[in-house]
């Protein structure tokens, strides 16, 4: 499967954004899809996942961030409100087949990255 990640921009501290992982192949449905994220300087790290109907959030997102999906669309939603300059950062959408992980080394297909900019 090939991923592209887009949606990331600069936005004030307090501001919304939508990150979208669009996804080629037909058994979308089937893999479990991850967000990292990764600042300068600093490890790539767990943002959220979702897999059929199950979601799971880093604490420091949770309340802040929603992840979904539509099958239909072959297409994983990030939307991310009261964004923080601390979740300045890259962020890169991810799957695999095996299972629901916040380690990112558990992830085959990779899409490119998105950055999000947020001002104080």
């Known amino acids: 499967v090939q991923l592209q990640a887009s949606g990331g921009g600069l936005v004030q501290a307090g501001g919304s954004l939508r990150l979208s992982c669009a996804a080629s192949g037909r058994t979308f449905s089937s893999y479990v899809v991850g967000w990292f994220r990764q600042a300068p300087g600093k490890e790539r790290e767990f943002v959220a996942v979702i897999t059929r109907n199950v979601r799971y959030y880093a604490d420091s997102v949770k309340g802040r961030f929603t992840i979904s999906r539509d099958n239909a669309k072959n297409t994983v939603y990030l939307q991310m409100n009261s964004l923080k300059p601390e979740d300045t950062a890259v962020y890169y959408c991810?799957?695999?087949?095996?299972?629901?992980?916040?380690?990112?080394?558990?992830?085959?297909?990779w899409g490119q990255g998105t950055q999000v900019t947020v001002s104080s």
């Open positions: 991810a799957a695999n087949l095996d299972g629901s992980s916040r380690n990112y080394a558990s992830y085959d297909y």
